[in-house]
């Protein structure tokens, strides 16, 4: 209908700042223009055309061209120098302000994948920016500062103030190093070192919404990297981070009875950020090598042992829930791996959480089977089209099937081995004395003499229980320390 091209010729009338009346229209109006991209590609591109009107100080056209851009793949991998240098250059010269980080945030990431030319266009234009634009608060004369915001209620409070500037920032540069980019990951490794990350993180005054953007960040800058970052997995930092998290975690763990006074950000930190370095650490391929791991097993196991607790806890919801659950996989598995001794109980534990979880697999992909199978085929009868719809049906058995598989594999080894043991001393099947007993002797020769008969009319049948006995022979060592009940 033609609306923007209306507020857009608004936008252009020349009006006292101090004006409040005409501040409030203004406002409206880009208020309008940030809605009518919000989720609508066709209408980013019609703005998109005029990018010169927005390419001001201004923090109201700053949000708008967030909005133009914002989850617009194609918008922001055709973005030119010049804009990416003219916020960083308004930071330089209007001020630290939040929402001129917030536009380069965008950019870096749209529709769920890494923009890496703009990913590096940022990280060249910060670092030309300098100590005007970044601030870390990591030398002895500013660190007291951002202890002090930390601490302030005022500064925690103001969404536009040096503290949310402080975190914002963090939040960007771990979104440049996203994705594995070996670029940015290298000047952010010098930008904030290990040792200040640690200094941080570790305070008693670090707030949880300090501790997110700074976990986060060390996940995509020295974890989740495409090279390796051989000093995370050879100095004790990042032990130092896990003991932290274990105090967090008991802190969310010990106050889940009152929820009107419950720490939501740290339970995000803790169910979120925390939750994925601990998986992506252990999950990357460079930590194989490392040795840290058993010089520090007592840390390890009680990472296990909180991350169980709260996926016991109530107040988790689905998704946090699942990524608690992922966590637990990740290190039952490296335990499993690196031969590490896991407490009996909590042993028992986790293996149940698994049976659990592939039984509500098995029981979700039933329930989407028969909601099809119900939905789907009056339609196409009505239709006067096939009766059912056999595709469907079958990539739901085939789900089904699958998460059957890995529930019952473990329970058909054990019975397997089982049998093999009947195998090898089916005498002990019988009390001592008895004539079954003693009759039991020579079990396996007497089989297979049995089986020779079978050569003159059944040679396919004799075969193929000699090869049985055989498979089954040599999966006996596999089968002595393991416990499946």
Not at 21 to 44: D, I, S, W, Y
Not at 242 to 252: I, P, T, Y
Request: glycine share 4%.
């Amino acid at each position: 209908m033609g609306a923007h091209s209306v507020v857009l010729d608004l936008l252009k009338i020349p009006y006292e700042k101090n004006d409040e009346k005409m501040n409030e229209v203004m406002n409206l109006a880009h208020t309008f223009l940030q809605n009518f991209c919000r989720g609508n590609p066709q209408n980013q591109v019609l703005l998109h055309k005029h990018l010169n009107l927005f390419l001001t100080p201004g923090l109201l056209e700053a949000e708008t061209m967030r909005h133009i851009f914002m989850n617009n793949y194609h918008l922001c991998n055709e973005i030119s120098e010049r804009v990416v240098q003219h916020f960083v250059h308004c930071i330089e010269t209007h001020g630290r302000h939040v929402e001129y980080l917030r536009f380069l945030q965008t950019i870096v990431k749209a529709d769920g994948k890494y923009v890496k030319k703009c990913q590096d266009m940022v990280m060249t234009e910060l670092i030309n920016g300098g100590e005007d634009v970044l601030i870390f608060y990591n030398d002895r004369a500013s660190f007291p500062i951002l202890l002090h915001m930390m601490c302030s209620e005022r500064d925690r409070g103001d969404e536009s103030g040096p503290l949310a500037y402080h975190i914002t920032l963090v939040e960007l540069l771990a979104a440049c190093t996203e994705g594995k980019n070996v670029y940015t990951e290298i000047k952010c490794n010098s930008l904030l070192p290990l040792d200040d990350i640690v200094r941080v993180v570790t305070h008693d005054d670090c707030i949880p919404e300090v501790k997110i953007a700074y976990v986060n960040f060390v996940n995509h800058c020295y974890v989740d990297t495409e090279v390796e970052m051989k000093e995370i997995y050879t100095s004790n930092h990042i032990w130092k981070l896990f003991e932290n998290f274990l105090v967090d975690m008991a802190r969310v763990c010990n106050t889940t009875t009152d929820r009107k006074h419950a720490d939501t950000f740290l339970e995000k930190c803790v169910t979120e950020s925390i939750m994925n370095i601990v998986s992506g650490f252990f999950n990357s391929p460079f930590s194989d090598n490392s040795t840290s791991l058993q010089t520090h097993q007592p840390v390890f196991i009680q990472l296990l042992q909180s991350a169980f607790r709260i996926y016991n806890c109530t107040w988790p919801n689905p998704a946090q829930k699942s990524s608690v659950e992922s966590c637990i996989r990740t290190l039952a598995e490296v335990a499993k791996n690196r031969g590490i001794a896991i407490p009996v109980d909590l042993d028992s534990q986790v293996n149940t959480l698994f049976l659990k979880s592939h039984s509500n697999m098995v029981q979700r992909a039933a329930m989407g089977w028969r909601l099809s199978a119900r939905s789907g085929p009056r339609f196409k009868e009505a239709l006067g089209g096939p009766s059912w719809d056999y595709r469907n049906i079958i990539e739901k058995l085939q789900d089904v099937v699958a998460s059957l598989e890995q529930q019952f594999s473990p329970m058909m080894q054990a019975e397997f081995s089982v049998l093999v043991d009947v195998l090898y001393s089916p005498e002990l099947l019988f009390p001592e004395g008895s004539d079954a007993r003693i009759r039991c002797g020579a079990f396996m020769s007497k089989l297979i003499n049995h089986t020779k008969k079978l050569m003159e009319k059944e040679e396919k049948l004799c075969i193929k229980i000699l090869q049985t006995l055989r498979e089954m022979l040599e999966k006996k060592d596999s089968f002595v320390e393991e416990v499946y009940f």
